[in-house]
């Protein structure tokens, strides 16, 4: 569970506001998608959530510890992906993936187990990992950091625009596989900026415009009786709002 | 071709290769604070010796008839820097800087772009040099006298200095790069070109063997008139050194037409060679990064703790960054070759009897305790591995906050990777001093206890100037390292305490003694910038990227 409670965060010394005032709450068993326009401030809420930054006021709370004062906790819950795949790119698929489980702790035969499921999710040839990452295709590269992070078997996920560079078949059993850590009573929680997936996917939206939370909701409620239920339309129609 | 473009660019080149704007009013203090200090105690020193020393040897053999030799021979020592810093940033800016993907599709003239890049680094090299020629052109202004013209002309020279070995080292790389075959992966190259320093350094020493004087100023005077082999390979090799010296010291018109008309073909020429030579063999590059194996086992059943698992991968970006593992980790055992170096211009009798013997006195094994320590500080600021080791982790550097491991723990591992290749490199000279000069057990022990905290010190100093503000945004790890004020901050501080201690150490003349208090010293204030690290250098890397 993520609560998220009166999230503020600005730059250079309040010139740039990146995140006005937010709170939010996902429970339990829910996939809940974060859209927004470019630089709406999904990312930095995102990083203030996975305690890379610390937010100017407000707090942040994963499975009942608070980031703030229990940080090393809280991050051994959360399976977090930052939106760009280029990290470690020296060391090979094994090494980096080896890495992160060493880091979270993962058992020997338990990471070899996992790490041959997910290889066959995403159509992975187990070779490729005894190579470096930098020969890597950018999807490539993406697969191997969602291994990493989901090798520890995470509560929670936060993930960062996921689908970025994956192909058909992997981004379908991605959206499966959230779908099915959902169901098994943990919570996934996603930025994207392709409306359809977060239409399939998920158990509640969140539409964050210019650091500010628009919406938050099911996604039938955000479509009863607007604009003929077409979401490209609301979504539109309510970040030009806001900018209004 | 169009200048106006090729201006802005260099422009644009210049920008991104350098570190970007510190993010806070503190840390802007801090960067102006260091930049001055670094400015009194380590260039202006510098200057100031290289003046002086040209203005001595300039005065002295203007008497006997050779007033240009000063001058010429600075100047084919900065040559010889120029070539062995230029070849690494030259090969990196034509080659590897990874902007030149962004660069290559755009409608650019191939001379276009590689004299812009070249600009670019002509321009950041003098940035560094050019103090040191100013003080060369002052010495020998104030030793032979010259009228304005050729005062502002001499300057104007000095300027373009570097430009033909440098243009050299560009048009050779780019034929290299086209008609070889043998390179297909920027590793390579980046390893040869690290080969063909340590060929220059090795034969730059060898000619150093020649010299069989103690004082140097003599012995360059009696080089001249003996016409030795190191002042004539730099002659040989560096002839506009000879040029820019003749018009300082007689005025010659001639020279000076000529080395200007060296310097314009030496661009002509390498705007040339980049039209015919450069896209081919860039392109050509840039196709075969992808082809990367690597032998290491495919298992993921090798568990280990968060720390060993950090320091492990700590250990393998270290050495397999080209960059880090030149600057970095092979920088450290540099040092063992100027051992035998010395002693043959010490004319030191080698044989273990005679160095133990020499070692006896109590002020000879303090100088060597102090050489021990100069080397062991100087090291371990030259391989930046504190300094720049949150600038080394660029954009990946989130991972540090967002792992459940502790910064402490994270902070101790950056440490300890840094300490092992210190170490690595400078122990050979503590135990050969300690086995070879067979020195007594309580001074190794205590010798022993002093490089470890002189290196730890120099490390936690590093780490703790570069948590104030990591240079993280660079495409090329060389730029890591590349213009990184932390490292230079970090240099500046280390020779300033390290003069201290060394002055210090001298003072006493039982070694056991001196070596004691150094290290009672070095282990007080590495406690002291130990506890900073815990407290503020942590706050500080929680604030990076706020
Ligand atoms: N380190 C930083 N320094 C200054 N401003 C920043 C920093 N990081 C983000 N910002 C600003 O905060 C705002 C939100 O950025 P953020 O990266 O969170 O957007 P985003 O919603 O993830 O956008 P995108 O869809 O493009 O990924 C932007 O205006 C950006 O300029
Ligand atoms: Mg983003």
Partial sequence: ?244 | MRLGLIKRLTAVIMRSNSMEEAASKKRKGWIIGFTVFVLLFVVFPVTVMTGIFTHIVTAQLAAAGHPEFGVKFMYGIISVFSVVFGINVIFNELYFEDDISYLLPLPLKAEELVLSRFLAVFIGENMMQFAVVIAVVTGFGTAYPMNVVRWILSIVLGFLLPMIPMAVIAILGMLLMTFTRFIKKKETVRRISFVIILLILGAGAAMLLTIDIGDVVGYIIDGTVRNILFVRVLDVVFPQTGLIADYMARGSVLSLLVFIGLCILSVILLALAAHFFYIESVTRLNETTHVQKSASAASASVTRTAGMTLFVKEMRMLVRTPAFLTNCVAANFVWPVFVPIFARIMKADMGQGAVAAYFTDGRHKTAALIVILAITMVTAAMNCLGSDAFSREGKGFDYIKFIPVSYRLQWNVKTAAAMVWTLAGTLPFFLFFVIYARFDVLTAVLTLVMSCAASFFVTELGMLLDSLNPKLFWLDALSALRENYNTVFCMGITIASCALLCGGMYLFAVPAVSAGAAALILCVADAVLYLLGMNAGIRNIKQVGE
């Fill in chain 1, 1 to 244: 569970m993520i609560e998220a409670v009166n999230l503020s965060k600005s730059f250079n010394s309040g010139a740039a506001v990146a995140a006005d005032n937010i709170s939010f709450t996902c429970a339990d068993g829910e996939i809940v998608g974060f859209i927004g326009p470019n630089g709406a401030g999904k990312t930095t809420t995102i990083k203030i959530l996975t305690g890379i930054i610390r937010p100017d006021s407000g707090k942040v709370v994963i499975n009942g510890f608070n980031m703030a004062e229990k940080p090393l906790e809280a991050k051994k819950i959360i399976g977090y992906i930052a939106d760009s795949p280029d990290m470690f790119v020296k060391l090979t698929g094994y090494e980096y993936i080896n890495f992160m489980a060493d880091v979270y702790g993962v058992p020997g035969d338990v990471r070899e187990e996992r790490i041959n499921y997910f290889a066959e999710q995403f159509g992975m040839e187990k070779t490729v990992f005894s190579q470096r990452m930098t020969g890597y295709s950018h999807g490539m590269r993406q697969k191997t950091m969602i291994i990493a992070t989901l090798v520890h078997d995470p509560k929670v996920w936060i993930l960062d625009e996921p689908m970025v560079g994956l192909d058909p078949q992997s981004a379908f059993n991605l959206k499966r596989m959230m779908r099915e850590h959902a169901d098994k009573g943990n919570t996934v929680l996603f930025s994207t900026h392709v409306l359809e997936i977060a239409e399939k996917v998920c158990d509640r939206i969140m539409i964050i415009d210019a650091g500010k939370l628009i919406y938050k909701g099911t996604m039938e409620a955000l479509k009863t009786g607007e604009e003929g239920g077409d979401l490209e339309k609301i979504f539109l129609k309510m970040t030009a709002e806001e900018q209004a």
